[in-house]
């Protein structure tokens, strides 16, 4: 296992926008009595021209959507079981599926997609961290997944490094190093009891943290 010794905060952050007005006052003089009045016109507030205020400020930053799920070993997420149809799907998650085919109901803002059989029932759900590659969309161009809305309980949650994650949920059964390369630069795989598997990523920066997780049906 490798491990990181900082911890990666993926948080939207908003700005606020403060206006403060001033008063100004002339201490020039003049003689002319034209002069002095077309003054006070110019620096005194009329009441027929009042001050718009000034427009809320607004944010970029992506938000979690959807129901808050918790990701359940061998069960699923939320009320979301292994065994699921796509009508009960995209029931529980109150959305239709982003991507639907005969193998996958997939939601890319919301960073999870639900893979199924031959019946066209749930039999692994995957969830992925925020910016790991999605395919190409309609017009041919990259995607990206957005943030999971939701964790593994009692407090883990994607992005976050291995030493943190090892310390709520302890040792996994088993650790795979990743030798090859691929799309989502997944460097190690967990696998931990009940049927959870939990894939650590190197980000853009070189920070390793926690990128997807794999919920399947417990074997027997």
């Given at each position: 296992?490798?491990?990181?010794?900082?911890?990666?905060?993926?948080?939207?952050?908003?700005?606020?926008?403060?206006?403060?007005?001033?008063?100004?006052?002339?201490?020039?003089?003049?003689?002319?009595?034209?002069?002095?009045?077309?003054?006070?016109?110019?620096?005194?507030?009329?009441a027929s021209?009042?001050?718009?205020?000034?427009?809320?400020?607004?944010?970029?930053?992506?938000?979690?959507?959807?129901?808050?799920?918790?990701?359940?070993?061998?069960?699923?997420?939320?009320?979301?079981?292994?065994?699921?149809?796509?009508?009960?799907?995209?029931?529980?998650?109150?959305?239709?599926?982003?991507?639907?085919?005969?193998?996958?109901?997939?939601?890319?803002k919301r960073?999870?997609?639900?893979?199924?059989?031959?019946?066209?029932?749930?039999?692994?759900?995957?969830?992925?961290?925020?910016?790991?590659?999605?395919?190409?969309?309609?017009?041919?161009?990259?995607?990206?997944?957005?943030?999971?809305?939701?964790?593994?309980?009692?407090?883990?949650?994607?992005?976050?490094?291995?030493?943190?994650?090892?310390?709520?949920?302890?040792?996994?059964?088993?650790?795979?190093?990743?030798?090859?390369?691929?799309?989502?630069?997944?460097?190690?795989?967990?696998?931990?009891?009940?049927?959870?598997?939990?894939?650590?990523?190197?980000?853009?920066?070189?920070?390793?943290?926690?990128?997807?997780?794999?919920?399947?049906?417990?074997?027997?």
């Open positions: 296992m490798r491990f990181c010794a900082s911890r990666l905060v993926l948080a939207p952050v908003a700005f606020g926008l403060a206006l403060s007005s001033f008063d100004c006052k002339s201490h020039t003089t003049s003689t002319h009595p034209a002069a002095s009045a077309s003054a006070a016109a110019s620096a005194a507030p009329t021209a009042p001050v718009a205020p000034a427009p809320p400020p607004t944010s970029t930053a992506q938000l979690p959507e959807g129901p808050v799920l918790a990701i359940q070993a061998g069960q699923g997420v939320g009320p979301i079981r292994i065994g699921a149809t796509v009508a009960t799907i995209e029931r529980l998650m109150e959305a239709p599926c982003e991507v639907k085919t005969a193998e996958v109901c997939r939601y890319i960073a999870v997609e639900f893979h199924l059989d031959e019946q066209g029932i749930t039999e692994r759900i995957v969830i992925h961290r925020k910016d790991r590659p999605a395919g190409l969309d309609a017009q041919g161009r990259p995607q990206a997944y957005g943030f999971f809305n939701g964790g593994i309980p009692p407090g883990v949650g994607l992005g976050m490094v291995p030493k943190a994650v090892l310390e709520i949920l302890g040792k996994p059964l088993s650790s795979e190093r990743v030798t090859g390369k691929n799309e989502n630069n997944t460097l190690d795989r967990d696998t931990y009891p009940g049927g959870m598997v939990l894939e650590y990523d190197e980000y853009t920066n070189g920070k390793v943290m926690l990128g997807g997780v794999i919920i399947t049906k417990p074997k027997k």
